[in-house]
């Protein structure tokens, strides 16, 4: 995808506040850090994208005292990439003056209710803006959301869980229809909108050492049946801190048939002692497959390892 970039002059930014507005910072950057707008937000059409970052600007410089809007890209659900303070300047954005050096700031326009998961050609227009930092700020490969050393939700968990999995393209974008006939198909732009997964399960289970226990989740027990053409998941365990250190924690996913037979498995997972333990997959899931997670616990003197509570969290495209 070419960056589709609206300049400031383009969207008619006010000036940086002077004398010492939007501080020029010029040295690398580790990577860029994804935002949300942690408001309501509902969808709108493009000619009035720009009336929603020019009263952001107005809101941050008026009602927060900063010297500018403080992301350094924004991001609209038509894959626009509208410039803040663009490159070379710092970032207010991220939570501190070391955070704000450290990576740049993008912006996707989505709210924390109302329109909340990104559309694909956001995701599209998002990743131009990575490369695009990437490329002339220059920023190196960190990824990660306003969450990550700060203590927020943004960029919200669709977000979050997309940047972790590394910002990967839409599937199947494709360019917008210019002019549909009234035969032609419906788009299947829905289908580029990932599904999120977030289920809890607080019931205690106790392990015997040594012992594979499969999990069940909410798919008659698998976690996802395919075809799922990409995917990030994390499975999240906890267990009772009075494990000891050197318990064994052995988390393992794995395919069948769907009938259940066939089982084939992926590599374990190894981690030790009590406490909260993640394992995550980013493996496609071929069609006439189910995806499915076990664990185990091999405790020194064989005593049984109590699993307090558990959390699959992610998203698919199917
Ligand atoms: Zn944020
Ligand atoms: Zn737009």
Redesign the pocket.
């Known amino acids: 995808m070419a960056l589709k970039l609206v300049t400031r002059s383009q969207w008619g930014a006010r000036a940086y506040r002077t004398p010492n507005g939007a501080t020029p910072y010029s040295r690398p950057r580790r990577g860029v850090?994804?935002?949300?707008l942690?408001t309501p937000y509902t969808d709108r059409t493009h000619d009035r994208c720009d009336d929603y970052v020019r009263q952001l600007q107005a809101q941050h410089m008026d009602g927060n005292g900063w010297s500018d809007i403080g992301y350094s890209f924004l991001v609209c659900t038509h894959g626009y990439v509208y410039e803040g303070r663009g490159l070379k300047r710092r970032n207010s954005?991220?939570?501190s003056t070391t955070l704000n050096d450290q990576d740049y700031?993008v912006?996707l326009l989505v709210g924390s209710s109302e329109l909340t998961k990104p559309t694909s050609a956001q995701l599209d227009g998002t990743r131009d803006a990575i490369e695009y930092c990437r490329t002339s700020g220059p920023a190196g490969t960190w990824l990660g959301?306003?969450?990550d050393g700060?203590a927020?939700a943004?960029?919200g968990d669709v977000v979050y869980a997309w940047v972790k999995a590394g910002a990967p393209r839409p599937a199947s974008a494709t360019p917008a229809p210019t002019a549909p006939t009234p035969t032609a198909p419906k788009p299947t732009q829905e289908a580029d909108v990932p599904t999120v997964i977030d289920e809890s399960n607080a019931l205690d289970v106790q392990l015997e050492s040594g012992k594979w226990l499969p999990l069940a989740f909410a798919d008659e027990g698998a976690l996802l049946a395919g075809p799922v053409p990409a995917l990030a998941i994390d499975v999240h365990l906890y267990f009772d801190v009075a494990t000891t250190a050197d318990t064994k924690i052995q988390g393992v996913f794995y395919l069948t048939n769907t009938d259940g037979t066939g089982a084939s498995n992926y590599l374990v997972i190894d981690h030790k002692g009590g406490g909260g333990h993640q394992f995550h997959h980013s493996h496609p899931i071929p069609a006439g497959k189910k995806l499915w997670f076990q664990v185990r616990a091999i405790s020194p003197d064989g005593t049984p390892v109590t699993l307090l509570h558990r959390v699959a969290s992610g998203l698919h495209w199917s």
């Open positions: 850090k994804l935002h949300y942690g954005a991220n939570g700031a912006c959301g306003h969450r700060y927020t943004c960029p």
